[in-house]
């Protein structure tokens, strides 16, 4: 019995006078004044740690941070017991980290550690879950680190927090098996939320392979898999290209109870619409709207992306007012879809207006804003409205990252500037900042368009010194390398990049092609399909079948199989060689379709240019056999509008040699004959063949 106690609530551990204290605290605790009274009128009826994380958890729920911190600082100088003075610094700490409130989840545990109540597991795991849930992966590492040292053994709760903080970190799949395996070493054993986080992991990383592994191992284990398990799931497959496979999951689902939600189709949409396939993108979203499921603000950025990449804008905009009319507020991502969509397109007055409307609206611009604004004014040619972005960037306190520097490189090394574009580079990592393989892909595609000096890479810079103008623009900057990036959007925005545009191919490209992939191979910096694409124009430009045949086979030490296929390829046909050259192939399949394309046009360019004819149309044909190009073939009409030069010569010459095989054989050729070449290297005509 506990009489003169308050009554206990059904089904949780506070009793009701925790519930009558946080009606009073949301009535009359506004501020903290009125906080501190409603507590002390409570404070002889509040029945322990209980009845306090209960007020703590529900201060939470509100957002209101003060008051979680205000009510656990009231409540522990109250509390004697040691053990329950670290529960609730445990909940507040958790609580906090859940706001978002990092700094102060950590004063919160450096007060309990220092007080003596704080050297605790469940303390620790509480602050690993902050931190890493906020995305201080590192951190919250050091914190693991720091507890076993401490002489703490991590419990399930602990191994859970540290591998969700790697999926939100975005670490390396290696060493997230290196803490998984540490905690089946300590006898820990895996429960659902451990395989979520594993397949979170994976999810941010691609990998579907091993999401598969897991996703399986679950079930071997006889663990019951929920809602976020499927999606997590089906996000890592679709990161990873794998839509066949996705939607053969999804259709799985509603036999094991588990319906799909409003994230299960978004993850789809999406992957469908990240790699090329917009119509499967769109038809997902139409099932889901017959199936009755109200989209939320993420199906609508979603669906904003993927208008915006066909090029649909008047769904945009038909989309942008159903928000509205539905009360869906836009964010910063649906702003940053609307901003990338319309600058891929060119629509530069469109991506001003709408970036205006985003601050009238006060949405506050992140780093993707301001690197999405000045990549795209970059390609387009803006480079004032470029420069005025960045320094808006500047004044809002945000630091330059990887994908900002890497769009001025890019828009560098396309305006033939390619000493001030390597110089950038080495600017980037003295700051910190490491180049991604997107960074290196435009160095080592200007070196093959149109390399203009020698330039080093060990860290020393330019060989020789830039010439660039100073301008009275540079005088906003507060930092040198702020000041260099300003110098360079002058020397773009000053149109003096069409002058030093120098046709200068030979073996001093090579070499410096050499020592950007030595130098990522150091990184470990994967090279990806764009990258081998970049390298095989820069062998389509080469002065002779020697420097392009040396080329590879010196890339061939860091990527046999890739660059071995290509080497093979120019050196003649093989048997053995084009049975390589499927595996290959079979990569690039998981490509989008633009990244696929450029692949085999790329290829069939360089063995072209190298009078492979036999090979270079092998290349082509397998590229329509495997759909590469749409719609590219029929008996009556050849679509080259997609395709290089070379891509289109091979092409012609395959198509015509079926259209003699047609009248060899005593078939009768269709009335009309027609080629679609394209714009830019081919002009848009039809022509007539009898």
Request: hydrophobic content about 40%; proline content about 2%; glycine content about 8%.
């Amino acid at each position: 019995m506990t009489v003169g106690r308050p009554k206990t609530v059904v089904g949780a551990r506070r009793t009701s006078v925790a519930d009558e204290a946080l009606q009073h605290a949301i009535r009359y605790g506004k501020d903290e004044k009125g906080l501190e009274n409603v507590l002390l009128t409570f404070e002889s009826k509040l029945c322990g740690a209980d009845d306090y994380t209960f007020l703590l958890r529900e201060f939470g729920n509100r957002g209101e941070h003060l008051k979680v911190l205000q009510c656990f600082e009231f409540a522990v100088r109250r509390e004697r017991r040691k053990n329950e003075q670290g529960k609730l610094a445990s909940s507040a700490i958790s609580i906090l980290g859940r706001l978002g409130k990092v700094d102060l989840a950590r004063t919160v545990f450096d007060t309990a550690f220092r007080e003596g109540y704080g050297n605790t597991v469940y303390a620790y795991s509480a602050l690993i879950s902050a931190i890493g849930r906020n995305g201080y992966c590192g951190e919250a590492i050091k914190v693991f680190e720091t507890m076993k040292s401490n002489g703490l053994k991590p419990n399930l709760v602990t191994f859970n927090a540290v591998i969700d903080a790697c999926g939100k970190g975005g670490v390396e799949l290696d060493k997230v098996l290196c803490i998984f395996d540490e905690m089946l070493k300590n006898g820990v054993q895996p429960d659902r939320i451990t395989y979520n986080s594993l397949l979170a992991v994976c999810s941010r990383g691609g990998y579907w392979e091993a999401a598969n592994n897991w996703f399986n191992e679950m079930v071997d284990r006889g663990l019951d898999q929920d809602i976020v398990t499927y999606n997590t799931y089906l996000d890592a497959l679709c990161k990873g290209g794998q839509m066949e496979s996705a939607l053969e999951i999804m259709a799985q689902m509603p036999a094991k109870n588990i319906m799909p939600n409003v994230v299960t189709y978004s993850t789809m949409v999406d992957g469908y619409a990240k790699a090329g396939r917009c119509d499967e993108a769109l038809s997902i979203f139409n099932d889901m709207r017959f199936l009755g499921i109200d989209l939320d603000r993420v199906s609508y950025n979603t669906l904003l992306t993927t208008y915006s990449k066909l090029g649909n804008f008047p769904e945009v905009v038909d989309i942008c007012r159903e928000m509205d009319y539905c009360g869906v507020e836009k964010d910063v991502v649906t702003y940053n879809a609307l901003l990338g969509g319309y600058g891929k397109q060119g629509k530069y007055d469109d991506m001003t207006r709408v970036y205006e409307e985003m601050k009238a609206a006060r949405v506050c611009p992140n780093l993707l804003t301001y690197s999405t604004l000045i990549d795209m004014y970059s390609k387009g040619g803006l480079y004032r409205e470029a420069m005025d972005a960045f320094k808006e960037l500047k004044q809002t306190g945000l630091k330059p990252d990887v994908v900002l520097y890497s769009a001025l490189i890019d828009a560098l090394c396309k305006n033939a500037l390619v000493e001030s574009a390597v110089s950038l580079l080495h600017e980037m990592t003295r700051e910190g900042i490491n180049p991604n393989v997107v960074t290196y892909n435009s160095i080592i595609d200007a070196f093959g368009r149109y390399m203009t000096a020698e330039a080093e890479f060990d860290g020393s810079g330019p060989s020789y010194p830039l010439l660039i103008e100073d301008l009275t623009e540079n005088k906003t900057a507060d930092a040198k390398g702020d000041s260099r990036i300003m110098k360079y959007f002058g020397q773009l925005a000053s149109e003096r990049a069409g002058s030093s545009k120098k046709d200068s191919r030979g073996s001093q490209e090579i070499l410096c092609i050499l020592g950007v992939f030595k130098k990522m191979h150091e990184l470990e910096i994967k090279p990806n399909v764009v990258t081998f694409s970049a390298i095989l124009n820069a062998c389509s430009r080469c002065n002779s079948f020697e420097d392009a045949s040396m080329l590879l086979e010196e890339l061939r030490m860091f990527d046999n199989q890739v660059y071995g296929v290509a080497h093979g390829l120019l050196m003649g046909y093989r048997e053995t060689v084009w049975a390589q050259a499927q595996s290959l192939f079979d990569e690039v399949r998981h490509m989008d379709t633009a990244t696929a394309s450029a692949f085999y046009n790329a290829l069939t360019d360089m063995l072209w240019h190298f009078g492979q004819r036999h090979g270079a149309q092998l290349v082509v044909l397998e590229g329509r056999r495997r759909q590469v190009w749409d719609n590219v073939w029929s008996d009556s009409c050849l679509d080259l509008h997609l395709m290089s030069s070379g891509a289109a010569r091979a092409m012609v010459h395959a198509w015509l040699l079926n259209i003699r095989s047609i009248v060899y054989e005593g078939y009768e050729l269709p009335k009309l004959l027609s080629i679609l070449t394209g714009w830019g290297k081919h002009s848009n005509s039809g022509r007539r063949c009898t």
